[in-house]
Structures are given as C-alpha cells and as structure tokens.
C-alpha cells in the first residue's frame, strides 16, 4: 500500500441529512444503491456470484456505513474487483482511502480527474455566493483538498470499457468538474449520472431533507463550467435512458424520467445554470 496515501486536509464530518440517509433501493437484479447522508453510493454486481464494483464513496467518514452495506449485500471478506469514481469532489470520496486501505483494490477515474486523487490539484472553491438555497449559501464548509490514493489510482479504459462492469461504457460529462464521468448500460438503459445532472434541487435544505424528487442540472455551488454542464446533459437526454441513478436523490425511471431530462436539456441556461456566480461567466478549472 502507498505510504503517502491520506485524506484531504480539510476532511470533517459535515452535517447534512435527508429521509433516505442509510437506506437503499435495488433497481436491477444488478444494481443496487444506498444513500449516505445526501449522496447515492452504487453496488454493482448480483450479490450470489461474488465479483461486484463499488460506484463512488459518500461523504466523509463513511467507510464504515460502507463496509457494512457490502457484507449485507454480497458477504463478509469479498471486497469489491474496484472502485468506480464518477468524480471526485467530498461527498463522492469521503471514505475511500480508509477503504483502498481496507480492501487493497484499484480506483478507477477518468485522467483529468486524477490530480485531485493524488493530491497535486485541489478543486476551486464552492462558490457561497450562487444563485441558490441554503445548501448553497453555507458550501464555504465543504472540503475541497484533494485526496491522495497514490498508485491506487488508474485511469479509465481509452476504450469507454468499465473494469470489471461487463456491458457498461463509461461517457465523459464534464462541467460539475473536469473529469465527470457517467456510466451507462445500453442493453436496459441504466443510467448512474453521478452529479451530471440530479434528481433532487440540492441547494435547497427542504428539498434535499424530504428528497423531493424532480430532474435538475447539477449542484450549483460546485459546478465551475457551465457551457460544458449543459452539453454534458444534452449528450445523456439523446441517451433517451429507461432509469437513472442519480448522485444525490432518489432514482427515476421512465416517462418522468425522459420527460424531465428532456426538459432540462431544452431549457438548462434557464432553470439549471444560475443567474449569478463566480463560475457563471466561464470555466474556473485550476
């Protein structure tokens, strides 16, 4: 195991809640996700065949919420093939070095996404100052280090094959950050969107506590390239998916689903791109 492995400067538990926190829901035979805190977690795998992947990993100091969740779903000492990364802002990597740790398994993540997972770039700052709700306002709190997984890192297949996800392909839908990916299972239409676009309006505390579900572009407070976010959605609405799960909120699946991201992509610099920000006038990548 790297010995400069370690989390990120400013890792703190951050007090966030909602309804579904510690809950799951099966939405394939295969496909299983489980909400902690305020972000979804993706088990990917039958539970009676052994071999599964593990889709980002929640908020800080979750591994062991984690850790109990796969010995529920697939059995004590059967670790994961690797872990898939949709992107790697806090709440999508806030137990994974205690897990690498744990489980000795590779990460996968797209190439620009990689120097905020071994520690050479930190993200931009949340922007507290965006158009948006309480969840917004307080993002000043949010971590934003990176963290360093060493050579645990890899990155994703030029190819848009998964590792260890037969029948997926990998699609990049940067805007959220640089190196977002989605994954994505044409044979079914199963959609993880990661934070490409939600189902939940994740700026307003109400909505992100009662999980009120609706299709919305991505969290606001972190997204630092707009143009890029609405081609990102556009390029999953052509997808036309048949289900969805999201980053943050609850699944969705046909017409509401369809419909909704249709929607979005029609009018995304009207209902999903704020008004104002510190992004909003162009990417702010470092």
Do not use: C
């Amino acid at each position: 195991m790297d010995e400069e492995m370690h989390e990120s400067e400013d890792s703190k538990i951050i007090p966030m809640t909602s309804i579904t926190n510690g809950t799951g829901e099966e939405v394939a035979n295969d496909v299983f996700y489980f909400t902690n805190q305020i972000a979804n977690i993706g088990f990917i795998g039958y539970p009676d065949k052994g071999d599964w992947m593990l889709v980002d990993a929640g908020l800080p100091k979750s591994a062991d919420e984690i850790l109990e969740k796969a010995e529920e779903r697939f059995g004590k000492q059967n670790p994961p093939s690797a872990i898939i990364l949709t992107h790697g802002h806090f709440d999508h990597v806030g137990g994974l070095v205690e897990l690498v740790q744990k489980w000795d398994v590779p990460v996968y993540a797209h190439t620009k996404e990689i120097p905020y997972l071994t520690g050479e770039k930190s993200y931009p700052e949340p922007d507290p100052g965006v158009e948006g709700g309480m969840l917004a306002k307080i993002s000043k709190m949010y971590p934003n280090k990176p963290i360093n997984l060493g050579n645990a890192v890899k990155p994703l297949p030029d190819d848009n094959s998964v590792p260890g996800m037969d029948d997926w392909e990998w699609i990049h839908t940067p805007g959220h950050s640089p190196g977002h990916v989605s994954f994505y299972r044409e044979r079914d239409g199963m959609l993880l969107s990661g934070d490409a676009f939600i189902t939940v309006r994740q700026d307003s505390f109400y909505n992100v506590l009662m999980q009120t579900s609706e299709v919305n572009g991505p969290p606001r407070y972190l997204t630092t390239d707009w143009e890029s976010a609405r081609e990102s959605v556009e390029k999953l609405a052509a997808l036309k998916p048949e289900t969805v799960v999201p980053g943050h909120g609850t699944s969705m699946s046909g017409e509401d689903l369809q419909e909704g991201l249709q929607q979005l992509a029609k009018t995304f610099d009207q209902t999903a791109k704020p008004d104002y920000g510190r992004y909003v006038d162009g990417p702010k990548y470092h």
